[in-house]
């Protein structure tokens, strides 16, 4: 034992008889032990009691008063003022009646991102609210007592949606006899998306006007997708998103060409859990902001360094899923395909910090930087405490491939658009290509040489070097991809813009399906495009094509 323990004992076991010799008896008005009360009489008797008496007091009013003293010490009660104890307010409470809540008016509405729907704990969940409708609006103000709640929707539409495409204002029978009459009559395709289901939900402050979000189903709506026998897609429905602030809320619904939704307002049971009441309480911290730091900075490092994924998973809360072996581990997978791809996290701004007990969640927009290129994405990070008070991530931030493959698309953009004079301009669309892309390119090449009469020597064993027309694969890919982006550029011809209406990723491959828009001297042109991508090599999203317009 220590000499700081051995003294520590020493110093209790003093206290303890203090207390037992001297305290205890006074306060019982027992005599103290080793001091007689004779003794202790004497002690404080003062030693001349005529001492001050001649002072002049001349002028003072004393009052003389007979004190007595009491035979032991006892204590004497003190009474108080009796002080008010106000009345705690009184926590809405429900009536466990479900309430429907109907659409005041039609309102057109723009769907923005869709945000993610994170997991919350398993917990007992009631209704609270309800929506059903076919049709769009706003709804009436719908007031929530609770510090979390869930917002569960639906959404029934009919199959052969997609393949109802418009020609020329009338309905042709199928997309195929569309995309055949191109060729013929680019008018024919124009409005092909016009019966692309679309339904969104805007949750908004009523006492603000804030846009606390906007809610799309992830994904998309295609129903053919979800089939029983589709085993790449799961039907996702319902979709959950979870809130972690009460309040009084509109739901701004845009619908179209929706059969029918239901929308569900979930509060948890409050006859039961800890969830009673008001739910969350918010703790006035700003604990895990920092906490997240820490991980971005483990994010954003080298990622083709040894264990760059283990120095992540390490930091996560011990027994969630993403702690699993990386390769078995979709997050990680995820995580390290966003890194290689060079997307960065740049900040993160939060918008709600919500704590009880040891369990906490950090909501608001991640944005990430692929190039320098921003995209932010909202993302909800729940955490736990461990027994030192170190707060833990349950998950990793990611951002989602799709993500990775607009993002690849606008990059193509900015270098098609670019100046075409540039010794870069065709090295800038190849590096966005494909390993396969390039060698179609190479053949492309290769094929109008020999109808050039001329000749590719490292595939054309006979190839005199006077005839030569390329003298290596990146070369002849080069500039067969020069010449067919010039024919464009050209002919004034540029990309304005992209809207992606799907995107279909099946493990290394995948399909963006989007709306392309062409500046063509003034004008505006569009088509509709399946634009196929790829890993190259496993890891790098590329363009399986180069994106051009057919003249």
């Known amino acids: 034992m220590e000499k700081r323990d051995l003294f520590m004992v020493a110093l209790a076991i ?28 004497e002690e404080i008797q003062p030693e001349n009691e005529t001492d001050g008496q001649n002072e002049d007091l001349t002028g003072l009013n004393l009052t003389t008063q007979n004190i007595t003293e009491p035979d032991s010490l006892a204590l004497i009660p003190l009474e108080l003022p009796e002080t008010p104890i106000p009345t705690p307010t009184a926590v809405p409470t429900w009536d466990r009646s479900r309430t ?24 007992k969940m009631l209704i609270y609210s309800q929506i059903d409708g076919k049709s769009g609006g706003i709804s009436n ?19 052969g949606l ?44 009523n006492t603000t006007s804030e846009v606390i ?49 239901s929308i569900r307002i979930m509060i ?26 820490q991980y971005q900075d483990l994010i954003n490092a080298d990622p083709y360094q040894e264990k760059y994924i283990t120095n992540i ?80 991530s349950d998950s990793l931030p990611v951002l989602p491939e799709a993500e990775l493959i607009k993002n690849l698309v606008t990059r193509y953009q900015n270098a098609f658009n670019a100046d075409y004079n540039s010794d870069t301009y065709a090295k800038s669309l190849y590096d966005l290509l494909t390993t396969t892309a390039r060698n179609e390119y190479t053949d492309i090449q290769c094929d109008y040489a020999h109808e050039q009469g001329k000749c590719c020597p490292f595939r054309d064993p006979y190839c005199e070097s006077g005839d030569v027309s390329c003298s290596s694969g990146e070369e002849c890919s080069l500039l067969a991809l020069y010449r067919a982006a010039v024919t464009n550029r050209l002919q004034n011809i540029t990309i304005s813009g992209f809207t992606v209406s799907d995107t279909i990723i099946r493990g290394n491959e995948g399909v963006l399906k989007a709306e392309i828009s062409w500046d063509t001297d003034g004008t505006t042109k569009k088509t509709f495009e399946d634009i196929p991508v790829r890993k190259d090599d496993g890891w790098i999203w590329k363009l399986d094509a180069p994106i051009l317009l057919r003249t």
């Open 100 to 123: 429907t809540v109907t659409l005041e008016s039609d309102q057109a509405y723009t769907p923005p991102r869709p945000y993610p729907t994170s997991v919350a704990d398993e917990r």
């Open 162 to 205: 997609t393949e109802a495409e418009i020609e020329s204002n009338t309905l042709t029978r199928t997309k195929e006899e569309a995309l055949l009459r191109e060729t013929k009559n680019s008018a024919d395709v124009v409005s092909l998306s016009v019966v692309v289901p679309r339904f969104s939900i805007t949750v908004l402050d």
């Open 14 to 41: 003093i206290i303890v008889l203090f207390m037992a010799v001297f305290i205890k008896p006074m306060i019982t008005g027992e005599e103290v032990m080793f001091l007689p009360r004779d003794n202790i009489s």
């Open 213 to 261: 979000r906007t809610i799309t189903p992830p994904g998309g709506l295609n129903p053919e997708l979800w089939e029983d026998d589709n085993e790449d897609f799961k039907d996702p429905r319902p979709w959950k998103e979870n809130f972690y602030r009460g309040g009084d809320f509109i739901f701004d619904v845009d619908s179209s060409f929706i059969d029918s939704y």
């Open 313 to 392: 998973t390490s930091r996560l809360t011990p027994g969630s899923p993403d702690t699993k072996n990386w390769k078995e581990n979709a997050h990680a997978v995820t995580l390290l395909t966003d890194r290689l791809n060079g997307a960065v996290i740049d900040s993160f701004q939060v918008r709600d910090e919500w704590i009880q007990g040891n369990k906490g969640t950090l909501a608001g927009d991640i944005t990430w930087l692929i190039e320098t290129n921003p995209v932010t994405v909202p993302a909800t990070t729940t955490w736990t405490r461990d027994v030192n008070g170190v707060w833990q």
């Open 141 to 159: 103000p719908v007031t929530i007592p609770y510090g979390y709640w869930e917002l569960v929707y639906d959404v029934s539409l009919a199959k």
């Open 268 to 293: 948890p049971d409050p006859n039961t859990g800890s969830y009673a009441g008001m739910g969350y309480a918010k703790e006035k911290t700003d604990a895990l902001y920092p906490a997240f730091s």
